[in-house]
């Protein structure tokens, strides 16, 4: 697990207009290579908003970010979505398939954003499939799978372009607990083949036990307690 930090944020704060508080205030954090690192707190408390951050999906107001030893955070909107595409990968709790694309198709459009081959792209689409478990829902759309079976497709998808960063924003929320649980089994899996590191965002203490550590936020700050579980220390 031990390695260089592929996430070091310093300071970040993030201010939205009419509010009168920041969303975040001060955040400072490193996450290792090859971690699995859970962001816990109450609703209002910012995790989805340092999440976007470290996804790159937005900016702080003030702070910096490094990824992978790379300054982001004062990139524009255009080059966040290049280190997107190439460096990370997303995992919701609504799913966020495309609703008239089959599985196939889902899985295989970060491959073709990329630029990879039609036919390059659907055999490493394919593959991942039959990874999470779903070969034989190829064809099939995301109105004609479960809950379980719509997540199983976005972890697909998340994974196609080789990550270096995965993160995930309640990815059982959605989910009741045998499914969620097998799930995080399956991201668990992922992980360790893959040597990915792994942010979650995460309510629930069942999901963080699958986690390396636990970093708390409460009205936009890290509080203390840190925890690390202890299969993992």
Request: include cysteine; charged fraction near 25%; aromatic fraction near 6%.
């Given at each position: 697990?031990?390695?260089?930090?592929?996430?070091?944020?310093?300071?970040?704060?993030?201010?939205?207009?009419?509010?009168?508080?920041?969303?975040?205030?001060?955040?400072?954090?490193?996450?290792?290579?090859?971690?699995?690192?859970?962001?816990?707190?109450?609703?209002?408390?910012?995790?989805?908003?340092?999440?976007?951050?470290?996804?790159?999906?937005?900016?702080?107001?003030?702070?910096?970010?490094?990824?992978?030893?790379?300054?982001?955070?004062?990139?524009?909107?255009?080059?966040?979505?290049?280190?997107?595409?190439?460096?990370?990968?997303f995992?919701?709790?609504?799913?966020?398939?495309?609703?008239?694309?089959?599985?196939?198709?889902?899985?295989?459009?970060?491959?073709?954003?990329?630029?990879?081959?039609?036919?390059e792209?659907?055999?490493?689409?394919?593959?991942?499939?039959?990874?999470?478990?779903?070969?034989?829902?190829?064809?099939?759309?995301?109105?004609?799978?479960?809950?379980?079976?719509?997540?199983?497709?976005?972890?697909?998808?998340?994974?196609?372009?080789?990550?270096r960063?995965?993160?995930?924003?309640?990815?059982?929320?959605?989910?009741?607990?045998?499914?969620?649980?097998?799930?995080?089994?399956?991201?668990?899996?992922?992980?360790?083949?893959?040597?990915?590191?792994?942010?979650?965002?995460?309510?629930?203490?069942?999901?963080?036990?699958?986690?390396?550590?636990?970093?708390?936020?409460?009205?936009?700050?890290?509080?203390?307690?840190?925890?690390?579980?202890?299969?993992?220390?």
């Amino acid at each position: 697990m031990s390695g260089f930090p592929i996430v070091d944020a310093g300071g970040i704060c993030k201010e939205f207009p009419n509010m009168s508080a920041p969303v975040l205030d001060g955040v400072s954090l490193t996450v290792d290579s090859g971690e699995i690192v859970a962001l816990r707190g109450p609703s209002g408390s910012g995790k989805s908003t340092l999440l976007n951050i470290l996804g790159c999906l937005d900016g702080p107001t003030y702070g910096t970010y490094r990824l992978g030893g790379r300054d982001v955070s004062t990139l524009t909107p255009r080059e966040r979505a290049w280190v997107r595409l190439h460096y990370i990968g997303f995992v919701f709790q609504s799913f966020h398939l495309i609703p008239d694309h089959t599985v196939l198709e889902n899985v295989t459009l970060p491959l073709y954003y990329m630029g990879v081959g039609r036919q390059e792209r659907e055999a490493r689409a394919i593959e991942l499939i039959d990874r999470v478990g779903l070969s034989h829902r190829l064809k099939h759309r995301p109105a004609q799978l479960s809950g379980g079976e719509r997540q199983r497709v976005a972890i697909a998808r998340s994974i196609a372009g080789e990550p270096r960063l995965l993160l995930a924003d309640e990815p059982t929320g959605a989910l009741d607990t045998r499914t969620g649980n097998e799930v995080m089994s399956l991201l668990k899996e992922i992980h360790e083949a893959r040597s990915l590191t792994l942010i979650i965002v995460t309510h629930d203490p069942e999901v963080a036990a699958f986690c390396h550590r636990q970093i708390f936020l409460r009205d936009g700050k890290i509080v203390d307690g840190e925890y690390r579980h202890a299969a993992n220390a």
